[in-house]
């Protein structure tokens, strides 16, 4: 297992204890320190998708927004800024599988990184998963389709597209109700010194533990040991769902996403991948890096 560094977190502290209710049956409850703009939290969604579907009845996620890249903003730099980004991606596809296009960061830079969070945390009020479903389609159009999400038509398009209410969503967007909330989510990280992303923090029900919390991304076999750690009992692997399952569920997914999930290597999944082509279940969806996938809604 690959080492990693932990850092233990007080259960007691505002955020956590706020927001964790004994409603909540899943014995364990993971906060996820992200940014929208962020390759790596975009890198790391195929180790995500692993653990929900392995070990997802045990915990519950709750998105926090740590705002770490909305001080481009008042850069001085902005080209400089721009460029090194653009690099970071590049770097970050590579090593990961999962595309993301710097030059986005060159053509059609994101100039107000700020608005982005705001409209996440707008499409969190019609709901956690309307807010989830945003989330990730405003990183496919960032990382895949390179567009400027912070473009109040894009970022309308984005709310269409993913089944909200437009009218209240673009009425929120502009409320006091987002700014709060990204504000409360800016103070969380705060609370529990997050400065690096992404950032897992593991809390059981027990406010009188503390939460364990791992900065950074790392193979999947050290958060499952997280898991087993954090709970009173060992927990019990369930198996991955019918490939078109899995893509109806998901709707775009990347070959490293499937592979990572059915424990395949990329050659095998675009042998099956093709299959389905053929059959007219997905569409291809070429990136710069890699192979994404959609499905096709009949």
Known sequence: MARY????????????????????????EIYMFIDPLCPECWAISPI????????????????????????????KKKKKSYENIAQVWEKTASRSGMSCDGSLWLE??????????????????????????????????????????????????????????????????HSDSAAKAFQCDLKITSEMDVTEIPTLVFFNENIEDEGIKIAGAYPYEVYVHILEEMLSERPEKSSPPPLESFLKFFKLVASKEIAVVYNMSISQIEREMKKLLLKQVVEQIPAKYGTFWRYIDE
């Open 48 to 75: 995500l998708k692993k653990l929900h579907i392995e070990y997802g009845r045990y915990f519950s996620i709750k998105h926090v927004l740590s705002g770490r890249i909305t001080n481009l903003n008042i850069s």
């Open 108 to 173: 059609n830079p994101v100039d107000n990184p700020y608005l982005v969070s705001i409209a996440i945390k707008a499409a969190e009020l019609q709901g956690r998963r309307a807010g989830l479903r945003f989330f990730r389609r405003i990183q496919e159009l960032l990382f895949l389709e390179k567009q400027n999400t912070s473009n109040l038509e894009v970022l309308k398009e984005c709310a269409e597209s993913t089944g909200l209410d437009v009218e209240e969503f673009m009425k929120d967007i």
């Open 5 to 28: 560094q932990v850092k233990f977190v007080n259960n007691s502290s505002p955020g956590p204890k706020k927001q964790f209710n004994g409603n909540d049956k899943k014995p364990l």
